[in-house]
């Protein structure tokens, strides 16, 4: 189901009766939407006001189907603003069909193949003595580390990726919303 150029991180996924712990037994809002954990992460994303980029993106990449699928899956999802941070005409040159291979590179970086929630991952952080090596299907390799309540990510440019919504539980994984679009070495 996942082609070779889906990257997604190997993190070990904890029971999913730990999902609402941090939000008090709901899941957050985000882009001013209410989350609902008997949705798939697609049928979230389009709701999301930040994440309109994200979703056209991962239409534009022909990844609607597989994340809609039964998963697991965690996305770290990056919002509009993330996307705006990126070099002029950036957005606009991924979405373009003959960039399609790039553009599914680029978002499958963001997809962890398990149902990977906040206390997991600083767990395989502690673990690891500090920071934790993700690796991802399609090559790339994220190194996880936490400060306090805050996960942050360094892709493989060296650029930090902080998690600013953690834990939006879905029917098949988990949203963690990013500040920054995560980009694999060139």
Not at 57 to 73: D, H, I, W
């Amino acid at each position: 189901m996942l082609n070779k150029t889906f990257a997604t991180i190997a993190i070990a996924a904890t029971a999913s009766l730990a999902h609402a712990d941090d939000h008090g037994g709901e899941n957050p809002m985000v882009g001013g939407a209410p989350m609902f954990a008997d949705k798939n992460i697609v049928e979230n994303a389009v709701n999301s006001a930040d994440h309109t980029t994200l979703v056209a993106a991962v239409k534009a990449a022909g990844l609607v189907e597989t994340l809609q699928s039964e998963g697991p899956f965690t996305v770290f999802a990056p919002t509009n603003a993330a996307f705006d941070q990126l070099k002029a005409g950036t957005v606009e040159t991924l979405l373009k069909p003959e960039n399609k291979e790039m553009l599914t590179k680029v978002l499958t970086c963001h997809v962890v193949s398990a149902d990977a929630m906040s206390g997991a991952i600083k767990g395989m952080i502690d673990d690891d003595g500090g920071s934790h090596v993700v690796p991802t299907v399609g090559g790339c390799e994220l190194d996880a580390t936490y400060d306090g309540d805050k996960i942050m990510l360094e892709d493989e440019r060296g650029r930090t990726i902080n998690v600013t919504i953690a834990d939006v539980d879905q029917s098949n994984g988990v949203i963690h919303v990013v500040d920054t679009v995560i980009l694999p070495a060139m």
